[in-house]
């Protein structure tokens, strides 16, 4: 496996919006997010924001799965998919990087610390990109999960509290590197962060030095 490597041009003179699927986003227009900032979309999130900076995902079974949506994705947007040395799934056009277990963050280039799932990893692609200050939309771990065709659906995966925590655990590294994190989400699991709502975020943004409209 030939990995990439996260690199120019860096996200830390905007805000950086990283967007899941978590269902606090469920009736809401992705469209509104666009202009306010870098923003990275997290796996099927990528469906409802044509206008992304770049997507992320490290879920071996998704890529599987949306293979060929992936590959026409990644001829049109900066497609990032974090991958263990030993396997991957042949996305033409994707940069590949490589994907550790670890619960902190990674500070080399070509690696993302999964930390378990995919919003970890993403939040670890800011990191890499020097953003200081990152918005968290749809990270609510609740079990349930909202996609763009209409889809709402809930599983019973025991995981979901220890994937927020994991998120919340690296604050300390965060705030060491100047980087700020809010939770666009109030019933989020991830407490870690200042919670807004989806409103009080997009005034806030709006009102941001440097926005673009």
Not at 15 to 40: E, K, N, Q, Y
Not at 56 to 85: K, S
Not at 161 to 177: C, D, E, G, M
């Amino acid at each position: 496996m030939n990995f990439g490597a996260v690199g120019p041009p860096w996200w830390g003179d905007r805000p950086c919006l990283i967007v899941g699927t978590g269902p606090s986003l469920h009736g809401f227009d992705l469209a509104r997010l666009r202009g306010l900032g870098h923003v990275l979309a997290v796996k099927e999130a990528y469906h409802e924001l044509p206008f992304a900076d770049a997507v992320f995902g490290l879920d071996l079974p998704w890529m599987e799965h949306e293979r060929v949506q992936l590959t026409a994705l990644a001829a049109r947007l900066a497609l990032y998919l974090a991958v263990p040395d030993d396997r991957a799934v042949d996305i033409p056009g994707a940069t590949y990087l490589r994907q550790l277990a670890g619960y902190h963050l990674s500070r080399k280039a070509d690696t993302i610390n999964a930390g378990g799932h995919s919003g970890f990893g993403a939040l670890n692609f800011a990191y890499l990109k020097r953003a200081k200050t990152v918005y968290l939309f749809g990270f609510d771990y609740s079990g349930a999960h909202y996609y763009a065709d209409g889809r709402y659906t809930r599983d019973q995966v025991k995981s979901y509290s220890v994937w927020a925590a994991a998120i919340s655990a690296v604050k300390p590294q965060l705030t060491h590197a100047g980087l700020n994190v809010v939770n666009v989400s109030p019933a989020s699991l991830v407490q870690a962060y200042p919670k807004v709502s989806v409103e009080q975020a997009l005034l806030d943004l709006r009102s941001y030095p440097g926005k673009q409209n």
